[in-house]
């Protein structure tokens, strides 16, 4: 039979490798390698936006992410511009950027200012966008077309000398025409925009970090480094003859605890249910609540939300509080209960967790993709921030279900879809803390396998279903009705007691009853202890003694040769030589749990017959012993509501466990412990081997799979063991012919030509599948050839196995750099080995002839040495897709197929017209548009439309001269068509995004009603 994929990409020449089905796209990511410092909320469109330290802003909405590039420096200054479709960020080199998020691109090239931007405000009923600049000044930019107003507030005059950031940047919530300036010098100004002039002026006696009106429009407050100072703003009739005099403070509230970063006036409900103006601050010390009375005096006393130092905050809806930790976190929480922290979204909930020291990626079936899917839905209920924003549109239909689990310095797992966009699963704690080494984890979910090692333990557990889950709390709840029990107990009761009843009324009930009424038997005397041997040996013969490593029913492999019956009936031999190339040791058997140190079993006479019968061996055994381990099998199933991972096995050695492999479909785990053992766990047994013990070098490497052993006729289930000098074993359970024990026998696979630690070995057959169960073949249908992939630190090998033959090496290739990782995938429908160098290059590889056939290194940038120990976690995908570990807590996702017709095409709409109008109707606001100026817009007129000043003769009538020439009329016409033209197109965007929501909400309509049931209609 031809090898498989002989002729994979013959036909392609080496000139024509513009036409290779490789390409290197990055597709999606999980987390982000940053701090954040900026954030802010969308009411009109349920969004929240998240600025970060590298220049990225996160925007957030209904169970999607996504990242909006434009700048490359830290973002001090985020704004939505409610009931409009723009996103407003300031970073500290002075660069305002401006997102349409109906189109999802810049709205214009970013403005650089001249000076550092600290805080921006983008209020309702103006195009304008208002800028507060490190340099104490105060810009307008038109939102549209990103043009710098001649108009500009200074710093305020004779305001003292020191700090003249502006901190605090706020329209009024009943003057559109008052904005409240806060100077970090300690200066609150108010400023009458139309009259250009201060209205009000206050001042605190020490440095201002934030400032904010009430929802009253009356007062406002500010916070210095020791208290809260509160004003209030009178109108009387002696007030508009002194409009810019000095405001006396109100209220001062001293503060014990530490700076103050935000400030905000929220509606709280209290604790009796009434809603009540509340103070909330956020600071270095975290986040208090302090009550204001109706007539504005305030109760200096100061209820903690969160402890932990905030940088800045913003609240929804008066009940959830999001707030940027001091150390770049974001966390979320209930005003009413802040207990715990609610989940925001994936990559910020990785974030905000602690440092990983662990992963481990695998791929899914749709089913059980769909199934954590729904629990993970089920569980996120009260536990998520509540957002309802944008929606995701996949338009091809397609989705994966590649599950990523990351190992916490808290002792916890926690799981991640590693879908489009990405999804958070759940969470579980580890079974024990680890003293010394960190804890490793291993999954294979085509068999819902998931195997926990914790230093000398490992725990095996098994995926339960949403359905199995329903299913066993519907049992459970059945098992612990205490009213039925208590039934049941009755009712038992009382048929013994009739029972009872009915004997005493026999004849001859009570000749065998002394006078105490007590029964006059004598139990027959014990065996001696000499007879204990033999009856253990019966014991397992009677409990179907024979080869541990017993397939299941369903498995196409032929069964293990039978046991030989021994000569001796009694514990097997410490060691016993198999063949040349191993000597294994003897397995723990469940009997062993019950001998005691002389080796003697107790043994329970028989009551009918009087002889010695050996004691049953319990359904599930238990096997203990000092020099081999503990198997613990029972587990009680936790109770799940929404399905999970459930327990099932977990092994224990007297030595930390370096590596483990689990093969579900034998319920087979194999274990390497730090001195060199190599354990074979299967049935409750665990069985031992030291063939690797005396090697100078280490087991680096453990997979299971069917394959042909020692020139074997059929496929049989084997171990293949590398060690750290390259070479690989085939490792298999048998039975001595002699003696009748169970051996593990060892046989040579390949040896390179000098010492390589081992990455990768895998089998696959002729046509291009991975072998892990071999397939049943009918009579007289030859055996399938198979192919063992094997991947080192310098070079790639294939051996052939065939039946009843010699392994033969069939192609060698070395690579000029050292390699970290490697994987398999299916390109072009043909399988394809990837390998991944320690700089971050990624190689395709021919199978099985291994002609390089194609290279591209990862846009990453890190040290090399951190660079190589990430990529050494890489988990590669049968579709293409890598999944790199590039930064603390950050995962990014590559596809090297140049055709994605398979991956997900997803579109996120993040402005929805229908919400922006829905906002409008209710708040009384006409939606903003480019066709229509408002009268405040006309303050702000373009620097670039200005007449020229004073003085300057010439300019003036050059520009006269030009207005009133054809050339210079011909340019204003063009000037006012293209602001039409981008009115028009606004308008056109606008429509689409209407009948865009309109068609969604339709196709959801039509699901809804397809999805009822005839008993709904």
Known sequence: MAPFGLDLFASRATTARANSPFGL???????????????AYDSAQDLLAVGAKDGRVLLVGHEWEQYLAGSSNPITALAFKTGDKYLVAGDERGRLLVWNLQKRHLQFSP???????????????????????????????????????????????????????????????????????????????????????????????????????????????GATSSAIVMWEIKEGWLDSLKKSSLVKVTRTIARSWGDCTTLRYVQHQSAEGALETCLLLGGSDGVGLCPIESKGKVTPSWTPVHSGGVGTFSVIDNKYYIAVTTNGCVKALKLLSPASCLRISPSLELNNGPAITAIAGTGASEYLGYDMKNM????????????????????????????LATVHEDDTVTFWQLSVPPRFLCRMSLFEKPMEAAAKVSMDLEHRSLVVTVGTATRSYRWHSVAEAKAYKEKWDADHDVDGLMAKMDAAVDEVLRHADMIKTMPG???????????????????????????????????????????????????????????EPTHMPEAIESTPLATASSSDTATAAMLHENGQADLVPDSTTGSETPPKLPQRPS????????????????????????????????????????????????TVTSGNQLNIVHDGSIYRSDAFGGD???????????????????????????TSSGEINVCALDSDPTSGETVILRSVLYTPPHPQKPLFVAIMDDAGRIVRQAVRHKAGTPSSDHYVLIVLENSVCVVVLEAGKDPEVLANWSSPDHLVSAGLCWIAGEAVMVVITHTGMIKAIKLPSLEPLWSESLPLSQPEGLLAQRLGSTFIARDGRIVVWTGDKEFRVFSIAKDTASLPDVEFRMYELTKAMEWARVNNQRPPSTAHRTERDKLFVPATALAPPRGSSTNASQSSSGSATPFGQTKQALNERGEKLSALENKFSDMADASGSFLSKIQEYNERQAKKKWYQL
């Open 509 to 567: 009930a009570n000749e065998n009853v002394d006078d105490a009424g007590t029964e006059n038997i004598q139990p027959p005397p014990l065996p001696p202890r000499d007879a204990s041997a033999e009856a253990v040996g019966e014991s397992l013969a009677q409990e179907g003694d024979g080869l541990p490593l017993q397939q299941r029913a369903d498995s196409p492999c032929p069964p293990l040769p039978p046991k030989a019956e021994a000569s």
């Open 623 to 670: 096997v203990r012993r000092r020099d081999r381990g503990h198997v613990d099998m029972d587990f009680e199933p936790e109770r799940l509501d929404h399905g999970g991972w459930q327990p099932v096995l977990q092994v224990t050695h007297n030595e930390p466990i370096d590596l483990v492999c689990a093969a579900p479909w034998l319920d087979l785990l194999v």
């Open 696 to 722: 100078p070098t280490r087991v680096s490497l453990i997979n299971v799979a069917d394959t042909y052993f020692k020139k074997g006729l059929a496929a049989r289930s084997c171990i293949l063991v590398g």
């Open 25 to 39: 796209t990055e597709v999606s990511s999980l987390g982000i390698q940053t701090q954040f410092t900026a954030l």
């Open 376 to 403: 993970s839905l089920r569980v996120a209920a009260g536990a998520e921030l509540p957002l309802s924003g944008g929606t995701v549109i996949n338009k091809n239909g397609k989705s994966t279900w590649d599950v």
């Open 111 to 221: 403005v650089t200012l001249n000076a550092a931007i600290t805080t921006v405000e983008a209020p309702t009923g103006t195009a304008v966008i208002y800028v507060g600049l490190a340099s104490g000044s105060v810009v307008f930019v038109d939102s549209h077309t990103g043009q710098l107003s001649e108009y500009a507030v200074p710093y305020a005059d004779g305001a003292a000398e020191g700090d003249q950031r502006v901190v605090a940047l706020h329209t009024s919530p009943t003057d559109a025409n008052l904005l409240l300036i806060g100077y970090g010098s300690g200066i609150i100004v108010i400023w009458d925009l139309a009259e250009r002039l201060v209205r009000r002026q206050a001042a605190a006696s020490e440095r201002l970090y934030s400032a904010c009106w009430d929802r009253t429009g009356q007062r406002f407050a």
